[in-house]
């Protein structure tokens, strides 16, 4: 599938692609999706951890 998914210009205007090689073109397309998604959530959970904790600190009145 790859190959003959390689032959195909997608910037031809006058390309009407088939199921499956639209199939292939999502499946190539949203691969990496759910991990950047994870990883995303990962991120502003740690944000949200550092920006409680230095709330708490300046509630408390405890400098840096």
């Known amino acids: 599938m790859l190959k ?3 032959d195909v210009n997608l910037a ?3 390309f009407e692609p088939t199921d ?3 199939g ?4 190539r397309a949203f691969a990496d ?3 950047k998604h994870s990883e995303s ?5 740690a944000e949200i951890a ?12 405890v400098p840096r």
């Open 41 to 45: 959530l990962a991120r502003l959970r």
């Open 50 to 61: 550092r920006l409680r904790a230095e709330a708490r600190r300046r509630v408390a009145g």
């Open 12 to 14: 031809d205007p006058a």
């Open 33 to 35: 999706v759910d991990r």
């Open 4 to 6: 003959f998914m390689a």
């Open 20 to 22: 499956e090689q639209l």
């Open 24 to 27: 292939e073109l999502f499946k």
